[in-house]
């Protein structure tokens, strides 16, 4: 019996990381996000849905209480554009997302009312031409 532990676990843990990488990506953003810099998710056919978790990982010194985000949305033939912010601290200054260290983990829902979305492209859109601050965005899929 327990030589076969080994051979049910690594099978468990190959099917469980396969299934788990093709349902989170991830953009490295620690040196800055200017305007220019849009991070690009397409999914493919088995991939696609029609809510999406976005992922934010950003530093205790990012000086906001939102991050605004603008959204370009292709669900079959159809784009879309929505604009969301997302609350990271209250009005105390305390931080709405699990933080350990200098890191901070916070993950918004967004949800599309029409068909699944086939291609995500998520820009910065603060006051900032560059903003700090924001380590990576990611998305999960629901």
């Keep these: ?47 696609q849905a029609d809510e999406i978790e976005i992922i934010v990982n950003h530093d205790m010194e990012y000086t906001y209480e939102n991050l605004y985000l603008k959204l370009d949305l292709t669900d079959g ?8 912010s997302i609350r990271l601290s209250d009005d105390k200054g305390l931080w709405k997302s699990d933080c350990s260290g200098t890191d ?14 086939s291609s995500l492209v998520i820009a910065q859109f603060s006051r900032e031409e560059t903003l700090n601050g924001i380590n990576s965005i990611g998305i999960n899929l629901k």
């Design 77 to 84: 033939q159809k784009m879309f554009s929505d604009t969301i």
């Design 104 to 117: 901070c983990l916070l993950n918004y829902n967004y949800t599309h009312a029409g068909e699944k979305i």
């Design 1 to 47: 019996m327990l030589s076969r532990f080994p051979a049910i676990s690594l099978v468990v843990l190959t099917l469980f990381s396969c299934t788990q990488s093709a349902k989170y990506s991830s953009h490295d953003l620690s040196s800055g996000w200017s305007y220019e810099d849009v991070v690009q998710f397409n999914l493919d056919e088995d991939q």
